[in-house]
């Protein structure tokens, strides 16, 4: 399943519910891309030849690391 956000037009403007409901899922998904962009610049994606369950695995375990450098 996808969530995306509510997008305003030029005629709709946003609700405060609609507003707060972006800012909720952008704080649930900058981690996640802050996470994948370090991977990126690891390069790691691009050497990855494994099947998909280990790569969930690796990834998972990588990202943790990588949340705990960042944090220190």
Known sequence: MIV???AATRTHK????????N???S????????????L???RILTKLRTDPARATQLLRALL???????NR
């Open 27 to 38: 704080v649930g998904r900058a981690p996640v891309e802050h996470g994948f962009a370090h």
């Open 40 to 42: 990126k610049n690891w």
């Open 4 to 6: 995306t956000g509510y």
């Open 23 to 25: 800012r909720v899922l």
């Open 64 to 70: 943790v690391l990588t949340n705990l450098e960042v």
């Open 14 to 21: 946003l609700t405060p519910g609609q507003k707060e409901a």
